[in-house]
């Protein structure tokens, strides 16, 4: 199994940016998919999630109304749009498939290498 992000790079605060994330290696559409960030220091925290089917979705309060996931089964891969960024949201953000839609990262089976996002002020 492998997931692989792209997407992250330098943005100033209130500009935005899209990560993507492709799967191989698994049966795509049976796994929900997550993405969380890690920032220096810090623990690996939730950011969004989505079922299977892509119809219901989870977002941290943190990134709510200005972050959205979304998903394409036919493309093995899931999105997150980052918009109105700040800089409290520069970290490492991965990708991660598992079994159901949860926050935590136990509940996650493969993870992807992670990409970078830098806001700057």
């Known amino acids: 199994v492998q997931l692989q992000a792209f997407g992250g790079g330098l943005v100033q605060a209130g500009g935005s940016l899209s990560l993507s994330c492709v799967g191989s290696?698994?049966?795509?559409?049976?796994?929900?998919m997550g993405w969380f960030r890690q920032a220096p220091g810090k623990e690996r925290e939730f950011v969004a999630a989505i079922n299977w089917s892509g119809r219901r979705t989870t977002y941290a309060d943190s990134v709510k109304g200005r972050f959205t996931i979304s998903r394409d089964n036919a493309k093995n891969t899931v999105y997150l749009r980052m918009n109105t960024l700040k800089p409290e949201d520069a970290a490492v953000y991965y990708c991660?498939?598992?079994?159901?839609?949860?926050?935590?990262?136990?509940?996650?089976?493969?993870w992807g290498q992670g990409t970078q996002v830098t806001v700057s002020s």
């Open positions: 290696g698994l049966t795509f559409d049976s796994y929900a």
């Open positions: 991660a498939a598992g079994p159901v839609m949860v926050w935590v990262v136990a509940g996650y089976d493969y």
